[in-house]
């Protein structure tokens, strides 16, 4: 089965600029998720999915984060304005069910200037 | 809440040496716990699993035994290979789809 896909792979902005990026999970998965990876940190949740309803977006900094997954399929992330502090790598992954295991993306790396 | 703790890094280890990264965890329910591996470049991927207490999740050579009575779930390898250089995540998923990530073992294994 193909695998989770995301991107771009890398983008570098400057602070106070927008940026988008764009995960495809797998096909039938209901599940997608939007985690913050840090340097030297495990993957933190940004928001939750359920085919195209929100599940969890407590820790999502809805000030400047948001997120959308139009038909239940693919999903947007996007931040405006930056922050230097988002400079980290985003992941989407997706399951088919609660205690499966997570599929993730490669990830995008952001740096924030 | 719920948490996941891992064993700080990095570690560095000859080739064929023995490997222990351990794990422990906090839940208020009953969850499956796992181990994700991240290569460099890569996404995270799943390594092993455990759904319930007593199991042991192997693959590749790793194992790691669900342990309820001392809530962990330790990664073990009998001989390690340069091949398994990355990162570690121990996980725990619960109910309602969550997951909780520890911050990750560095592992470096030397020629």
């Known amino acids: 089965e193909a695998g989770v896909a995301q991107s771009p792979r890398y983008k570098i902005i400057e602070k106070r600029q927008s940026v988008a990026f764009w995960c495809n999970p797998i096909?039938?998965?209901?599940?997608l998720y939007w985690y913050q990876q840090i340097l030297g940190q495990g993957p933190k949740l940004l928001i939750q999915?359920?085919?195209?309803?929100?599940?969890?977006d407590s820790q999502l900094p809805k000030d400047r984060f948001s997120a959308e997954r139009l038909k239940g399929v693919d999903s947007t992330l996007k931040i405006q304005p930056a922050k230097l502090e988002d400079s980290a790598v985003y992941l989407c992954?997706?399951?088919?069910?609660?205690?499966?295991?997570?599929?993730f993306g490669n990830g995008t790396r952001l740096t924030v200037t | 809440g719920d948490s996941v703790t891992q064993m700080e890094g990095p570690v560095t280890l000859s080739e064929e040496a023995f490997l222990t990264i351990n794990c422990t965890y906090t839940?208020?329910?009953?969850?499956?716990l796992f181990w994700y591996v991240q290569y460099p470049g890569e996404g995270l991927q799943l390594l092993l699993k455990?759904?319930?207490?007593?199991d042991k999740g192997s693959n590749k050579g790793f194992e790691a035994t669900y342990r309820k009575e001392t809530t962990s779930f330790h990664l073990e390898k009998g001989s390690v290979q340069v091949s398994d250089s990355a990162v570690y995540f121990c996980?725990?998923?619960?109910?309602?789809?969550?997951?909780?990530f520890g911050d990750g073992t560095t592992l470096t294994v030397k020629p």
């Open positions: 992954a997706s399951r088919d069910r609660d205690y499966s295991p997570l599929h």
């Open positions: 096909s039938g998965h209901a599940t």
């Open positions: 999915f359920q085919n195209n309803g929100v599940v969890d």
């Open positions: 839940a208020t329910g009953y969850p499956s």
């Open positions: 455990a759904t319930k207490a007593d």
């Open positions: 996980a725990q998923h619960t109910n309602a789809g969550k997951s909780t």
